[in-house]
């Protein structure tokens, strides 16, 4: 098992009326001795923008805006702009997140290269309905029951859509990208649920309605890490941004599975190919942490840590997270323990 140091509570929220409800799910950016953090600010009502804030390495929070930076200005993300990632490939920074419109929650894509001024790309994930998926997927084999298998927001969105204008898309949430390209490619994560999938492109032009069609068309080969373990039960999805190193990328990532006292979201690790990261080297069996403090396990939402973001001095990595739905907590590891320890429980390649 893997020595994990819980940091405790970086963030809280604040009385100020875009986060006085909750703050969660930070990207992470790492530089010099500066974590930039763009976190999931929530106001009364469920409504998310994202704010920022500046910490050291001592993890002490050294500057703090009071407005969003980033905040719903489209009818796609007209009930929120939530769980952002970041990453820079070349002189560009990649913040994803995902877009709500009050019915449909689907990863969507903003740039910029002073991390102050934003570019804003709109939806990059398909918009299909769950009949338009299920009829793409089937064509040409099995797949997974449960990504055809309607969800319980399945049922209650499409109670709903008899009653609003908007159309019911399946959920796609969790983008990541890469930080660099790989063989040349642009390659990022999302999920739909109950797997991760993984896409390779040229360019951001090329995802087209044609594009995701095709891919829907070939969906299992783009299937990444699927339920597997115990704590994984229910669903995966997108972590944090992969980390480079010398056996691999790190995915950290998180897991869900169902109990009787509800669902329970926990952190866990993979180690992808470092020139195929659509082959996963090694999957840890068990949860690297779960829920087990106050702040974890009561809030907006019990029993959840959500990893979004990380941050590397040395040999320690920190690991932020959402804890509870209600704050923004700090684990850590030493790296090369997590690797060793992952190494040996490498996976069977299947593809």
Known sequence: MIDVKKEGIVLNKTDLGFENESVMNPAVLHEGDTIHMFYRAVRKGNYSSIGYCKLNKSLMVMERHDTPLLFPQFEYESHGVEDPRIVKIDDLYYLTYTAYDGVNALGALATSRDLKHFEKWGIIVPRVSNEEFRHLVECRGEVNVKYIRPHKHDLL??????????????????????????????????????GIQIVFIDDLQELTKEFWEEYCLNFNKHILIDPKHHHEASYVGSGCPPIETEHGWLLIYHSVHDTPGGYVYSACAALLDLHDPSREIARLPYALFQPERYWELHGIVDNVVFPTGTALFSDTLYIFYGAADKYIACASVSLSALLKELLLNTSKYEK
């Open 157 to 194: 969105l499409k109670e709903l859509e008899s009653k609003v204008e908007l159309k019911v898309f399946v959920w796609d949430k969790n983008v990541i990208f890469f930080p660099r390209r790989i063989n040349n490619k642009l390659v990022f994560l999302h999920r739909i649920r109950p």
